[in-house]
């Protein structure tokens, strides 16, 4: 990624610091995207974010190369390597873009070793590994296959995160099947997270059978995309999409249950705690809104209970014999991403959004606060409010044709939070401007036009137009103004 002077000169004198954006550090931009949606992404106060590409089939997973190329899945194309002319701030433009890898069965999995030097991909049936070299940006030699025997339907995302805190392992994430009675069984591969030894395979290895090969890290997890690692702790997390379509005792109750989890897989250490367990599905899902509920005496938020009760499962059993989530989010959000921030005190989650109930829901991104030494969340598990939105849809009535739907994320070395948007076929990038914990996105962010005059208003600020404007931001009355 190119940058310019004035974006180092200004990073390096902590211009763009806690409180607003300097007015001093103006950035050229000499086009800016606009989405083709309206009403426009909302962001919170004291977040910037701006479109930087569009055009994509279909972007899922992103990560940044240690040369700073943008990789992402395009699922049905490929893997895509971009790179940027950096003005500073969110004002980037495109300035290459290449097919990196044509293979169309590539569809959401991307990681790179921690040297860099390995590319990762998944296809519903295997992961890929290619040698990469990120300063030239090229991959060499054939695709090997290192993890295979995954193909199932329905849910056909394999999640890839290469470990920093333990080099050497790759962690996959498989989704389920329409069959739910195989998922109760632990032999079948599916519904789980497990880790995998790379350093253990040769160049004349056989490719690990996620079946019967790697460690458990959870298993009865319909759908956990999103996998990160704490980078304090080393801690393993995973949200989850939970079920659709729930009744309990002949009542509808899937408006505002189940819940979508939050859930801890302990570490890739030598210890074993918190690991292995079976986390419910296909049997017991996570409390959201107990009133809904029949029969619900004990249930609490964050609570497991049974869909049906009867002489083998119970509430009670669901409870004692199930792994619990550690937090629980509003039901049919479907979360499809988690990162932390560096220091560990935030994590980040992409809400792709459903309409699965009454009024549409998700379609934001939002943050969880976490306390670093612990590499816990700071909220309690019962609690309904550990949610913050940075950025998200004004409208949901309008969501999914008008909405942008997140999914991947991805920290550049700037400190930017990149954000992709696979309905839309769109690449984000998002600046915080203070370091107080996020506000909510509630309405449409500033739209600058092409003479940098201001119009519409919003929480924080969506930098928009055509032409050159130069974008620089101050706080005024708690409102992010664009100037």
């Known amino acids: 990624m190119k940058t310019n002077g004035v974006a180092r000169v200004a990073l390096a004198a902590g211009l763009l610091s806690t409180g607003s954006f300097a007015a001093d550090t103006a950035s050229a931009c000499s086009s800016v995207l606009t989405p083709p949606y309206s009403p426009l992404p909302a962001v919170a106060n004291g977040w910037q974010a701006q479109l930087v590409a569009g055009g994509l089939k279909k972007p899922r997973s992103i990560q940044f190369d240690s040369a700073g190329a943008l990789l992402i899945v395009d699922s049905g194309k490929g893997v895509l390597r971009y790179t940027f002319t950096d003005n500073g701030a969110t004002c980037l433009t495109l300035d290459k873009q290449e097919l990196l890898v044509n293979q169309t069965n590539l569809n959401h999995g991307l990681a790179l070793s921690t040297d860099g030097k390995t590319l990762y991909a998944s296809s519903v049936e295997s992961v890929f590994a290619w040698d990469y070299n990120a300063q ?20 056909v995302t394999r999640t890839l ?15 389920g099947t329409s069959d739910l009675d195989e998922a109760t069984v632990l032999s079948s591969g599916l519904s789980q997270i497990r880790a995998f030894n790379l350093a253990n395979l040769t160049s004349i290895s056989k490719p690990y059978d996620f079946e019967t090969s790697g460690r458990l890290l959870g298993w009865g997890l319909r759908n956990s995309v999103g996998v990160a690692e704490h980078p304090v702790t080393g801690g393993i997390y995973s949200v989850e999409n939970s079920i659709d379509g ?11 249950n189940p ?19 079976n986390y419910g599905y296909p049997r017991c899902f996570a409390v959201w809104d107990p009133n809904e509920i029949p029969d619900n005496a004990g249930l609490t938020v964050g609570t497991q209970f049974a869909m049906t009760e009867n002489t083998t499962i119970t509430d009670e059993l669901c409870a004692s014999d199930y792994v619990s989530p550690r937090l629980t989010f509003p039901a049919h959000q479907a979360p499809l991403d988690i990162i932390f921030n560096p220091d560990g005190t935030e994590a980040y989650v992409s809400f792709h959004g459903s309409f699965d109930k009454t009024n549409p829901v998700g379609y934001s991104l939002s943050v969880v606060a976490f306390d670093p030494a612990t ?27 008008k909405c942008f739907r997140p999914v991947g994320l991805a920290w550049d070395t700037m400190g930017r939070l990149w954000m992709s ?20 996105a509630t309405a449409s962010g500033t739209i600058v036009t092409a003479t940098g005059k201001p119009s519409g208003s919003g929480a924080g600020s969506l930098w928009q137009g055509a032409g050159l404007c130069y974008a620089a931001a101050v706080v005024a009355g708690g409102l992010l103004m664009a100037m």
Not at 136 to 155: F, H, K, Q
Not at 259 to 277: K, M, P, R, V
Not at 381 to 400: E, F, G, Y
Request: glycine fraction near 10%; charge should be negative; hydrophobic fraction near 25%.
């Open 421 to 440: 948007s696979d309905s839309t076929g769109e690449i984000f990038v998002l600046q915080r401007s203070n370091a107080q914990p996020s506000g909510t």
């Open 246 to 256: 729930v009744t309990r005792q002949g009542t509808d109750i899937h408006e505002n």
């Open 161 to 175: 995160l290469v470990s920093q805190k333990q080099p050497g392992y790759i962690i996959v994430s498989r989704g």
């Open 136 to 155: 030239a940006g090229t991959v060499s030699g054939e695709p090997r296959v290192i993890i295979n025997n995954m193909s199932n339907n329905d849910l």
């Open 259 to 277: 819940g979508e989890e939050l859930n801890f897989h302990g570490y890739l250490n030598a210890t074993t705690d918190h690991q292995g367990g």
């Open 375 to 401: 590499g816990e969340p700071t909220a309690d598990a019962s609690s309904t409010t550990a949610l913050s939105d940075v950025m998200t849809n004004p409208d949901h009535k309008v969501c999914p044709d």
